[in-house]
Structures are given as C-alpha cells and as structure tokens.
C-alpha cells in the first residue's frame, strides 16, 4: 500500500504503474490522483486515441473494464483508463487476475470512493501491493498543517491566525478550501508573497474580526466584550455561522486546554504532540493556562456540551434561538 504523497512524488518522476486502485472516504485524494494521470501521461493528440474516462454505474461488471485494459494503443506505447465510480461495478472476483498480470501498456485507475469489502481476497491481497492507495479523510488537527502546505506549494506564506480562520470557517471539506485558497491567490496582488487576514477577508469573505479563531481570542484574553460582539455578529449571521458547526471548534479548544493542563512536561514540541497541534498553536494554550484553572476548563466544557444539546433541541423541549443560546454560554464560560 502506498500513500497518497508517494503516489504523486512518483508521478512527478514519470514513474508509472500499471494498476492504481484508489480506495477510500476521502474522495480529495482520490480526485488529485486521478486528474493528475489524467492530464499529463499523454499529450493532448495521444488522448484522444488512448485515453477513456469509464464509469461504473455505466459498465456494471469489472470483467468489461479489464476487456478495455487488454486493448493495445493505438498511437503510441500507453493506453490510460480511468474508472469512476468503480464502487457501482460487480464480480471483483474476475479483477484479481488482472492486476497479478496487468497489460504492461495500460495504466489502469480505478477510483472507488468508498472501503471495498476487505473479506473478499481479490481486495484483501490486492492492499498489500504498491497499487493501492487509501484515502482518509484528514482529521480536523491535520488539515491546518495541510492548508500552510497547500500554499507553501505555490511559494508563498500564511498569517498562523489566516490558516486557523480558515480551518475553522471551511470545515474539513478540503475539494471547498482549495478552491476558495485558489480564488485567494489568484486575487494576490503582483510581488505579495504573505497572505494575512485582510486579504482573506477581501477574496473569500471570511470576515478578519468575526470569526471562530477570533471568539476562541477573546475567550483567551477573557474579554467579555469582544466576545459578546462576536456572537452578535454570529446570530445576524446565522447562515454563515451556524451554532452547531462553531461550537465544536470550542469544544476541542477547552478539551486541549484541559489535557494541556494536567501535561507534566508542557514544552512547546512536547505538548504539540500530546494534543495534535502546530507549535505556533501552543502560545494560546500557554496564554489561556494563566488565566483558567482546571476546574474552569471543566464547566466551560460542561457548558459548551449544554449549549449544543440546546441548539439542537436535545432535553430542552423549548427551543432557544441562537442569540441566546450564545449569550448564555458565553456568560457562564466567563463568570
């Protein structure tokens, strides 16, 4: 089994393989893959005699795609097929022997988004070859890291409180945070190498004061006002900042600021590693350590916990509007 990083360094290198099974939840790397054989093994010409873009729901039964794998190019020394939605196709029994002697002159990509059934043996010996490829979907602690890669690869650098900004507004969505990081920079003004707040405010509408990364601030810093005018912000914005989908974001602060709090060891690196955080991200448990005690993390957890069974009309028969419901919280965390 190979991962997605190595698949693409090989790829870069013009290293092919005949199969590329890419399996998984995650359908961003599945995509990435694909695309990436798709637009550049063949030139243009070669594409239009060599290249097929097949779909399971199309084909039914992977015995007719391996029929298409067995055909010979017809311009020059590779055909290129690629399956989607192969999880919609039938009788995987017939694939495995295919793959334990492909067409040396196919490149075979099968993208079936979704887990294959890892009792039947054609998958189950087939996920420990270099021809498959897992995709996971990232959990919310990589995604930061991968957001400041994502940029770094267009030679440019990020605000450490823009990728959390970002992260914490887009979700774990990453097909939406690479296009709208596309939309940002292709809107860079010539020669800008840094990407600050402003900016993502400008391209994205992410608004630079009123946001998750800056609630979490001023709940920090204590700051009762700022933190009462960002959830008033919040509530007349309901459909950009829906209850449910910010209060986890508080939720996983307090719960790292929590375990943070008991660390016998709180270095930066150390720490880092124990709640699966950027170092750069330690100075606001750091911050926070100084102005809550242990007990005060665990009411701003209970609370927040309280907060989203309302907000979602769990054993509170009477529904609560957002605003208050931000209100309250707020109060209790910082009282």
């Known amino acids: 089994m ?8 090989r790829l870069q290198k013009k290293q092919y393989s005949p199969v590329y099974f890419l399996a998984g939840e995650e359908p961003y790397f599945i995509d990435k893959v694909a695309s990436k054989i798709e ?30 794998a067995r055909q010979y190019p017809m311009m020059g020394d590779k055909t290129v097929i690629i399956v989607r939605e192969a999880q919609a196709l039938k009788k995987w029994e017939n694939f495995e022997l295919y793959w334990q002697n492909p067409m040396p002159s196919t490149i075979l990509v099968i993208c079936y988004k979704n887990k294959p059934d890892a009792r039947l043996k054609a998958f189950k010996d087939l996920a420990k070859t270099d021809y498959y490829m897992e995709s996971v979907k990232l959990r919310d602690y990589q995604i930061n890291k991968w957001i400041v890669d994502l940029i770094r690869e267009k030679n440019l ?20 945070i690479e296009k709208e990081l596309e939309k940002l920079m292709s809107g860079l003004p010539e020669g800008t190498h840094l990407i600050d707040a402003a900016m993502v405010e400008r391209n994205i509408g992410i608004s630079k004061d009123f ?23 919040f509530a007349d914005n309901p459909k950009d900042h829906i209850i449910i989908k910010e209060l986890p974001l508080l ?22 590693s124990a709640l699966g955080v950027a170092p750069y991200a330690i100075r ?8 809550y005690t242990k007990m005060q993390v665990f ?5 927040i916990r309280e907060a989203d069974a309302r907000s979602k009309g769990i054993d509170y028969p009477n529904a609560s509007n957002e605003a208050d419901i931000w209100k309250e919280l707020i109060y209790k965390i910082l009282h």
């Not at 606001?284 to 102005?291: I, T, V």
């Not at 009411?299 to 609370?303: K, L, N, S, Y």
């Open 211 to 233: 946001n998750g990364f800056e609630l979490q601030r001023a709940l920090i810093e204590r700051d009762v006002v700022k933190a009462n005018r960002i959830v008033n912000y």
């Open 157 to 176: 650098q990020v605000e450490p409180s823009v990728v959390q900004i970002l992260a914490d507004s887009l979700g774990t969505d990453m097909s939406r």
């Open 251 to 272: 939720f996983r602060f307090f719960s790292n600021l929590l375990i943070y709090l008991y660390l016998p060891d709180k270095s930066d690196r150390n720490a880092a």
């Open 2 to 9: 190979l991962t997605y990083e190595q698949i693409m360094l």
């Open 39 to 68: 637009q550049e093994v063949l030139d243009e010409t070669a594409r239009s005699f060599d290249q097929q873009v097949l779909y399971g729901r199309d084909i039914d039964e992977i015995a007719r795609v391996i029929s298409y």
């Open 284 to 291: 606001d448990y750091q911050a926070a350590s100084r102005k």
């Open 299 to 303: 009411r701003a957890i209970g609370h």
